[in-house]
């Protein structure tokens, strides 16, 4: 038994549901595209299950965060697919994938052939047994992907309410659990064998101020070592956590974040992999013109570094799968995708983003005891990342801009002097093509059209500020 369909997503995730609107807005007729995915709900945005999800009051459920309310779009319900006559084939794996066939083979035994395959799988949790402790499936040990993982998280955080629980991991999942954790009045200690938080993309020094604000929310560190066992009741519960260093700690829940592996397996010896994900061009072609991978699964040219990057982040996965359909739908119009990483994150009352790439020498600027602060990384004589946390809707867009840009820095000393300033003048600058307006007696009117863009930028800016506070407290939950 078989179906055939022109489009098929393979995944039901963030980037299939942004996919999903590309396809309507650039026009498809009913039936042609079909998404097959193993959630047993229409795409979602990720984010929202360590944020809003997680709270104990008022907390985000479906279908309040359905894609693409994350990136300010339409939210797209069951009706919408319905609606726009797109086929869905939910609560189903795929087992197999024959590329030269152009088939997929789901778990129900259905043959499901396409013209065009996306793939969107992403990632899978990693599992402690692959660093060999056991104890994963022990009834109080929470891992965070996907919707079910979520709903069993708050589940178990339910019945630990005064207890202990032990994170294990120190990157987003870590951090964003251990502080839902808190808010729900646990008790967290967090360990991790890096030397602090947030390792792959925060200094020393960012980290210091992440750490202390949660130790003033309770919460302990142990840095340096890593879980070697547990102790596990005759109920199949873990009551306790040893240690690589001999500690030992009482525990009424785990939650592990220890990173994520793509899923790529269904196309291994198939199609091209490079840095763990499927190979793709920048227009997220794989080595077999008929496939496509966007999102977490996806390894692209990063065009502002020059080489491929695999990214786990959920403004890769919307844009990333945006870009393929244009590809797929208008190929003469779709150029190569040129893309800025982005990543963010949102604990307690706090807000971080961070652009480009962090290589090279660090540049801290701004106000560690305080609210509003940064770095810049500078790499062969150019800035290529930023980071701010605490910052205005006009600030991050200033320090995207200016990682964009990737000015010169000849003087380290002085961009730290400048600090967010740097970003904002960079990114205020007028294009170099534009010629400077001159007056009929030949004068070049500079003076007042800085002194009208200063009184304009108090306006704007101030707008701009109220706006983001509004939003960014109507985002929180994200
Ligand atoms: C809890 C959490 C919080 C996050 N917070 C942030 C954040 O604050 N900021 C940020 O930038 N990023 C964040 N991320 C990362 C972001 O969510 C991911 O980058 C994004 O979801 C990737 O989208 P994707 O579509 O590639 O993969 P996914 O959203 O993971 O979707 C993959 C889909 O494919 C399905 N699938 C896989 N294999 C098969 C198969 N064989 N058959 C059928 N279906 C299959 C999966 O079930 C899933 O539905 C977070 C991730 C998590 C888990």
């Known amino acids: 038994m078989g179906r055939a369909f022109t489009y098929v997503i393979l995944g ?46 008022a907390p985000s459920r479906l279908p309040s965060f359905h894609t693409c309310v994350g990136a300010n779009e339409e939210r797209l319900t069951p009706k919408w697919y319905k609606e726009h006559g797109i086929e869905l084939v ?51 040990v929470c891992y965070l992907r996907d919707l079910a993982d979520a709903t069993r998280l708050v589940d178990v955080m339910q019945s630990c309410t005064g207890g202990n629980a032990v994170v294990i991991g120190g990157g987003y999942i870590g951090m964003e659990c ?13 360990v ?9 993309l925060f200094t020393p020094k960012i980290a210091s101020y992440y750490e202390d604000y949660y130790k003033s929310k309770g919460v302990q560190f142990i840095k340096g070592t890593a879980l070697s066992s547990f102790d596990i009741d005759d109920s199949g519960k873990v009551t306790a956590v040893t240690l690589r260093d001999g500690n030992r700690l009482p525990a009424d829940m785990v939650v592990v974040g220890i ?39 996806a390894a692209f040219p990063v065009k502002l570094f020059g080489e ?14 945006r870009h393929a359909v244009a590809a797929i739908m208008e190929p003469a119009k779709t150029s190569e995708f040129d893309y800025l990483p982005f990543f963010y994150s949102r604990v307690f009352t706090l807000s ?60 380290l000393a002085e961009l730290e002097r400048q600090g967010l300033g740097f970003a904002l003048a960079v990114s205020r600058k007028p294009p170099p093509s534009q010629p400077p307006e001159v007056s009929s007696s030949g004068l070049v009117l500079q003076k007042p059209m800085y002194a009208w863009h200063a009184t304009a930028g108090v306006i704007v800016a101030a707008s701009v500020a109220v706006f983001a506070y509004w939003y960014g407290r109507r985002r929180r939950r994200w």
């Open 12 to 57: 039901g995730g963030v980037a299939a549901g942004y996919a999903a609107l590309e396809f309507t807005k650039r026009g498809i007729s009913h039936g042609e595209l079909c998404i097959i995915s193993e959630e047993p709900v229409v795409p979602y945005e990720r984010p929202a299950l360590s944020k809003g999800f997680l709270l104990p009051e």
């Open 90 to 140: 939910l609560g189903t794996r795929v087992k197999s994938a024959d590329v030269r066939r152009k088939t997929l083979l789901t778990a129900t035994g259905e043959t499901i052939s396409y013209k065009i395959l996306i793939i969107a799988t992403g990632a899978r949790a990693l599992q402690l047994e692959e660093f060999g402790v056991a104890g994963s499936d022990a009834e109080n």
């Open 352 to 411: 971080w983003q961070f652009y480009g790439d962090s290589v090279g020498e660090v540049v801290h600027y701004g106000d560690f005891s305080g609210s509003t602060f940064g770095a810049y990384w500078v790499s062969k004589g150019q800035l290529v990342g930023s980071f701010l946390e605490g910052g205005t809707k006009e600030e991050y867009e200033a320090i995207a801009k200016a990682t964009k840009l990737k000015p010169d820095i000849e003087d």
């Open 178 to 190: 251990a502080a839902s954790l808190v808010i729900n009045k646990i008790n967290v200690t967090m």
């Open 259 to 297: 990173g994520i592996r793509p899923n790529t397996g269904l196309f291994e010896g198939q199609l091209t992999l490079e840095k763990g994900g499927i190979k793709v061009n920048g227009w997220m072609q794989s080595s077999n013109s008929s496939v496509y991978a966007v999102g977490d699964v």
């Open 192 to 200: 991790f064998p890096e030397a602090h938080c947030m390792a792959r």
């Open 308 to 321: 491929t990057r695999r990214l786990e982040h959920v403004d890769s996965a919307r844009k990333s799968a």
